[in-house]
């Protein structure tokens, strides 16, 4: 396709390597990378996606993925341009691309309580809608009012927060075909700024006395079962984990949940690493680890490496 002839309706990149957007730090290239900076042009880049027949990927923080060695096929809409927020009452209108903790510190200086839990968490408020993240004890899902979207055929949608089917960090959203532009979330007004920046700064010392900021990495890899009883990152180190390493991907030292890349780790080390850890896991416990990082791209037929190597 000649990009000059295809009309493509925002900023764009080709073939554009996808670590740099990561916090892992690693992923192949995008076939279409595309920029919108803007709700309008995040519709409009959807549409030109579907209109060209393109498989579509959205990636905003990209702090919960892992992108494929090889890349990815069709368009990859990045949305980290898109944010502006509006402010109206206690009613916040802001943009999928709009970092968390910018947007814990815009609502906090304006005396908005809600969101001041997600302070630190990397990534974008689409990304987090999408997943439904949760950070000490509460889940995005609390606070939103309803999310503007794009549907598969192209079509503007809403859906108030019952529809959005949050539970434990699940969405109606993971299930594909609706794309994030816009989220309205209902914050409490005429909170004290002093006690937010307080509980703000808190939640940021408590992520960085763990050293999740130390090397890269995409969180936690694994949701909890609270069924166990037992934190996921537990049971991993039950299991004698910690430290397990393919090729650069090792599992942390310090909470054992996380993988970090020690500089060069592939997509694919990172992979056989997780099915190691799912293995040992099922082996010593019979207990079924659940996914919570999302693989993105073109995978293939990826070899098992065995842990050590
Ligand atoms: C150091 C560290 C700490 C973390 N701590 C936490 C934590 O405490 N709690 C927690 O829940 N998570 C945590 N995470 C994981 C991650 O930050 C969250 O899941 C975050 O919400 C992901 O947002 P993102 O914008 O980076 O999404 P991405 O990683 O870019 O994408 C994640 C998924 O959402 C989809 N997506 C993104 N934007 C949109 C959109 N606009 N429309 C449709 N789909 C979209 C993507 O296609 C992908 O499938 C942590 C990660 C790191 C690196």
């Known amino acids: 396709m000649n990009e000059q002839q295809v009309g493509v309706p925002v900023p764009f990149r080709r073939r554009e ?49 892992l992108v494929a060695d090889a890349g990815v096929d069709g368009a990859v809409i990045v ?43 990397p990534g974008s408020l689409g990304g987090a809608v999408f997943m439904n993240a949760r950070c000490y004890e509460r889940s995005i899902g609390d606070v939103v009012r309803c999310v503007h979207g794009v549907d598969r055929a192209g079509h503007e949608v809403t859906f108030e927060a019952a529809a959005c089917e949050f539970a434990y960090k699940r969405s109606r959203f993971q299930a594909g075909g609706v794309w994030v532009a816009e989220v309205d979330l209902r914050m409490e007004a005429g909170a004290d700024r002093g006690h937010l920046r307080e509980a703000m700064s808190d939640f940021q010392r408590r992520r960085e006395a763990m050293g999740q900021f130390l090397f890269p990495n995409a969180g936690c890899i694994f949701k909890n079962d609270y069924r166990t009883g037992t934190p996921s990152g537990k049971i991993i180190e039950s299991c004698g984990l910690k430290g397990t390493r393919i090729g650069d ?6 909470h054992a949940n996380f993988i970090i890349n020690r500089g060069a780790a592939s997509a694919c080390d990172v992979l056989a690493l997780i099915r190691a850890m799912e293995q040992a896991v099922r082996d010593r416990t019979g207990l079924e680890l659940e996914r919570e990082i999302q693989l993105l791209g073109r995978w293939g037929e990826v070899s098992e490496v065995q842990p050590g190597g």
């Open 17 to 65: 390597p996808l670590a740099p957007y990561t916090t892992f730090r690693i992923g192949g290239p995008a076939d279409w990378l595309l920029l919108p900076d803007s709700a309008r042009g995040f519709v409009a880049a959807v549409r030109w996606a579907i209109d060209q027949d393109l498989p579509l990927t959205i990636l905003g923080g990209g702090s919960n993925v």
């Open 79 to 121: 949305t980290t341009a898109m944010r502006r927020v509006e402010i109206s009452g206690a009613e916040v209108r802001a943009e999928a691309g709009v970092g968390m903790s910018d947007l814990c510190e815009f609502c906090a200086e304006r005396g908005l309580a809600g969101l001041q839990n997600f302070h630190g968490m």
């Open 249 to 254: 991907a090792e599992v942390f030292s310090r």
